[in-house]
Each structure stands twice: as C-alpha cells, then as structure tokens.
C-alpha cells in the first residue's frame, strides 16, 4: 500500500484548477513548493497553474525545477513544451529556442512540440522554417482526402519554399 505524501492535496490542487479554480489551485500548489521544495510533480503542477493564470514569468522557474527533476515522460515532454512556449512569450525567444531543440532531441516526432517551434521561428523571422515546418506537419497529420492527394507535392515545396529548382 503506497501512501500519498501530499495527502490528497496534490490531487484536490489539480482539480481544482481543471474545474477552474486557478486562484485556489495555486495557493494551495504554492505550499506544497514550500513543502515539497525538489518533487518534480509538485514544479511541473506549479508551472501549469501559473501559465493558466497568464503568470508566465513566474511560471518560469517551476519548469525549470520540474524539467531538473526526476519527472515522468508524458510530463516532461508538457513541461518542456511549457517553458518553450512559456519563453516565447515572454520574447525571450533564444532560450525558448533553446528549449524546444532540448525537447525536440528528447522528444523528435511529437508534433505539439514541433507546432511551438515553428511559431517560434516565425517570432524570430524565419518564416520559412515555420511555414516549411507547418506544411510537414500538415501532411503528416491531415485526414482531408483533397490535401492528401498533394501530400507528396506539398513535402516537396516544404523542402523548397523558393522553388529554385523551378530556374
């Protein structure tokens, strides 16, 4: 029999901000960083409920501690996605860039991760990274029979944005 070190508190902070209860989540998140100052779960929950409430900045260092920890994958590839997309915007666009290669290694063929990243190089004005990425994804990912039916054209402009094959 496992016992919850939290004493439900976890459970009750996480629902409570599922049921939109974000001010009362985080207090009650807050104290259990103060308690449980190194647990990984605890940060990464933190950081959630600051992002919720438009916080970002002060979400910022619980990722940072989550992603330091010893944090399940599902959770570490939501964290890393986070503090990228938490970075981001806040306009500290080379960190976040910086996150998401970080994730992107950990985590190469998760597509949420790749969306962030192509907004990402958009902000940092690449656009045609972003819109090359987009379009990847966009075939990979469509149900649409009309898109599928170009899928293999628009792979091939997505390596070539500036058609200089075509001169």
């Given at each position: 029999?496992?016992?919850?070190?939290?004493?439900g508190r976890l459970t009750r902070a996480v629902r409570l901000r599922t049921d939109g209860q974000t001010e009362?989540?985080?207090?009650?998140l807050l104290c259990l960083r103060a308690e449980f100052p190194d647990d990984a779960v605890v940060a990464y929950?933190?950081?959630?409920?600051?992002?919720?409430?438009?916080?970002?900045?002060?979400?910022?260092?619980?990722?940072?501690?989550?992603?330091?920890?010893?944090?399940?994958?599902?959770?570490?590839?939501?964290?890393?996605?986070?503090?990228?997309?938490?970075?981001?915007?806040?306009?500290?666009?080379?960190?976040a860039g910086e996150v998401f290669a970080q994730a992107l290694a950990r985590f190469p063929d998760d597509r949420?991760?790749?969306?962030?990243?192509?907004?990402?190089?958009?902000?940092?004005?690449?656009?045609?990274?972003?819109?090359?990425?987009?379009?990847?994804?966009?075939?990979?990912?469509?149900?649409?029979?009309?898109?599928?039916?170009?899928?293999?054209?628009?792979?091939?402009?997505?390596?070539?944005?500036?058609?200089?094959?075509?001169?």
């Amino acid at each position: 029999m496992t016992t919850d070190p939290y004493d439900g508190r976890l459970t009750r902070a996480v629902r409570l901000r599922t049921d939109g209860q974000t001010e009362e989540a985080r207090e009650l998140l807050l104290c259990l960083r103060a308690e449980f100052p190194d647990d990984a779960v605890v940060a990464y929950q933190t950081a959630w409920v600051h992002d919720v409430l438009d916080l970002e900045a002060e979400a910022v260092p619980h990722y940072r501690a989550a992603i330091a920890g010893d944090l399940p994958e599902a959770d570490l590839r939501d964290a890393l996605l986070g503090l990228g997309s938490t970075l981001r915007a806040l306009g500290r666009d080379t960190e976040a860039g910086e996150v998401f290669a970080q994730a992107l290694a950990r985590f190469p063929d998760d597509r949420p991760l790749r969306v962030f990243r192509a907004m990402l190089r958009y902000n940092t004005g690449d656009a045609r990274a972003a819109v090359a990425d987009l379009l990847r994804l966009l075939t990979e990912t469509t149900a649409d029979p009309d898109i599928q039916g170009y899928g293999r054209a628009i792979t091939t402009y997505a390596e070539d944005l500036d058609r200089s094959w075509l001169r």
